[in-house]
Structures are given as C-alpha cells and as structure tokens.
C-alpha cells in the first residue's frame, strides 16, 4: 500500500471511529482587500471588506483630504470608471481601520471603522486628526445618490 493511499485510509477510519460528520462545503469569505497606507506614525493596512460582491480591488486614495469640508467623511462616486472614493478623519494612532461594503449597487453601504487595530509599538503616539482614504474599484457603476456611508467610532 503506498503512503498516500494509507493517509487516505487513516483519515477516513478516524473520522468513522470518532462518529464525525464531514463538513459540507461552505460558501466563500467574502472579499477581502489590504490597502497599504502610512502616516505620521508609520505604515499600516486598511482592510477593505466586501460583503456585497461589488469591489473587484481597492488602492490607497492619497489627494482626498481637501475633499472633506465639513463632518468627518467623504465619498466620490465615479459611474463612468466604476470606483468610488471614500475618505475620513481618524487618528493617527490607530493601524488597521476597516472599510466594510455591503448591499447591491442601487443601494450600497459603507461603514468606516477608523479607529480598528492598534497604535505603534510603546504606545507612543499623539492622536491628531488624519486623512485617511481608499479607492474601490467595482464590478459595476454605482451612483453617488446610491450610496450611503456611516462612520463607527
């Protein structure tokens, strides 16, 4: 008998001894996508999570701060290169905020964790206000009035 035949004979009398179910095949993760950025305190990840199946990729969005005028988000649908830009004010004390996406693309919703992760080793850090912002590339055009964002602190 050879070995991997063996292997395949030892893992299923294993499973049968203990009574053990086989677990069905579960439906994939949704879409997840690592944004690298830094800032004052260092380099970084934003995590961008897509639960609606819209995002195909997300890149850093670097120009957006003065986009922000008033409240502490922004977001810039682009129908016609089928992206979407979302920026936010969060500290810069915080590695890893999150971008989560959910629903279909005539009602998209983003919610913005800024202040996910930790800080820099030592805890060394003075917690300004920065600019933080992705691009997200989508599958299809969405419309700036079709979406909505929320920031959770």
Known sequence: MNIARYAA????????????EVAPTVAPTPGVYEVDASNQSGTFTIWVLDNSGLVTGARRWVDGGRSIREGNSVIIASPESSEIAVGWIGGVCYHGPTVTVDGPGDAAHITIRPDEGVGPPGGACIDLGAFFGVVLNLSSPVQQDAVSVQVVR
């Open 9 to 20: 004979v030892l893992v299923a009398s294993f499973v049968a001894a203990c009574g053990a």
